[in-house]
């Protein structure tokens, strides 16, 4: 049996050695986003804000209840005429510190510890926390 000379050695080493300079090639059964670009320079997602307080309200005249949720940001509350109600009115005000209103008449100027409320019918509530 002969043994492999030196220069036939160095050729498989230099041709193993040359293989490495190649990048390997990517195989992904995938097909690129059509919206990777679109999602790049897209603007920044700004969350929902988060409820700050959940207030039973007392309120005069007929000393009736209203359930009022005020979100953080001082721009967003949440009106319910019945404790256990899924129905609610969302009332926003253009900045915080102004009157939160609603379509159909609703407006809660105040805050979690008192507030006059205006219902849909017109009807104005004193109301205390």
Do not use: W
């Not at 007929?62 to 949440?78: E, I, P, W």
């Amino acid at each position: 049996m002969k043994n492999p000379s030196p220069i036939a050695l160095s050729a498989v080493a230099l041709l193993s050695l040359a293989a490495c300079n190649n990048k390997p090639e990517v195989v992904d059964s995938r097909a690129p986003d059509p919206m990777a670009s679109q999602l790049a320079n897209a603007a920044p997602v700004e969350t929902p804000p988060s409820i700050e307080s959940s207030v039973s309200f007392r309120c005069q005249p007929g000393n009736t209840l209203l359930f009022v949720d005020f979100f953080s940001g001082g721009k967003m509350a949440s009106l319910r005429e019945k404790k256990d109600s899924m129905k609610s009115t969302l009332l926003k005000a253009p900045e915080a510190g102004k009157p939160f209103t609603a379509e159909g008449g609703y407006v809660i100027d105040g805050n979690a510890k008192a507030a006059k409320i205006t219902l849909a019918d017109g009807s104005t509530h004193s109301c205390k926390a």
